[in-house]
Each structure stands twice: as structure tokens, then as C-alpha cells.
């Protein structure tokens, strides 16, 4: 196999890797922020209703889509990576 494609497979490798493991801590971040603006003693009733709104569908976004799309990233990812690290190992001379 050309090194070019090994390269360009590893390359898609870590991009879907690291692209996989930030859905995780973003989406865990805004959750974060909406559940800390709830907290807030100064917030007025309709942002309260409009956070809350936000915070459910961010909740419900996160199980339903963005969670199982960071899992099969991160699967694809790490079998690239292994294909290409594999390939290097038992490669014809």
C-alpha cells in the first residue's frame, strides 16, 4: 500500500478520534452552564422557562444524538488508527 494512503487513513483516523472525544466534554460543558444559570437567584421567570426549555432539549440531544455519534467517532477513529498501525507491523517487505 502507498504511503500516501497510510497517511492520509491515519490522518482521517485522528481527526475522527479527536473530533469523538470533544462531543463529550462539550456537550457536558453547556449542560454544565444551563444547570449553573438555573442556580442563579437573578434570572427572571422567562429566562428560567427559556433556560430550562434549552436544558431539556440539550439533555435529550445528548442521549439520543450526540453521544452515539461521539461513540462511533471514536470507533472509527481507533480502527483506523489500528489498521494503519497493524498494516506498518505486518506489512510485505
Same mark, same amino acid.
Given at each position: 500500500?502507498?504511503?500516501?494512503? %497510510?497517511?492520509?487513513?491515519? %490522518?482521517?483516523?485522528?481527526?475522527?478520534?479527536? @473530533?469523538?472525544?470533544? %462531543?463529550? !466534554?462539550? @456537550?457536558?460543558? #453547556? $449542560?454544565?452552564?444551563?444547570?449553573?444559570?438555573?442556580? /442563579? !437567584? /437573578? *434570572? /427572571?421567570?422567562?429566562?428560567?422557562?427559556? @433556560?430550562?426549555?434549552?436544558?431539556?432539549?440539550?439533555?435529550?440531544a445528548?442521549?439520543t444524538?450526540?453521544? !452515539? *455519534?461521539? #461513540? $462511533?467517532?471514536? @470507533?472509527?477513529? %481507533? $480502527?483506523?488508527?489500528?489498521? #494503519?498501525?497493524?498494516w506498518? *507491523? *505486518?506489512? !510485505?517487505?
Amino acid at each position: 500500500m502507498k504511503r500516501n494512503k %497510510l497517511t492520509a487513513i491515519f %490522518l482521517t483516523g485522528a481527526i475522527l478520534l479527536l @473530533t469523538g472525544t470533544t %462531543l463529550w !466534554p462539550y @456537550t457536558n460543558s #453547556v $449542560i454544565q452552564a444551563h444547570q449553573q444559570t438555573l442556580q /442563579n !437567584p /437573578n *434570572i /427572571n421567570q422567562q429566562q428560567k422557562w427559556q @433556560t430550562e426549555g434549552s436544558l431539556e432539549w440539550w439533555q435529550l440531544a445528548k442521549i439520543t444524538t450526540y453521544d !452515539p *455519534i461521539a #461513540v $462511533i467517532l471514536i @470507533t472509527a477513529g %481507533l $480502527i483506523a488508527l489500528l489498521y #494503519v498501525t497493524l498494516w506498518a *507491523i *505486518i506489512q !510485505p517487505q
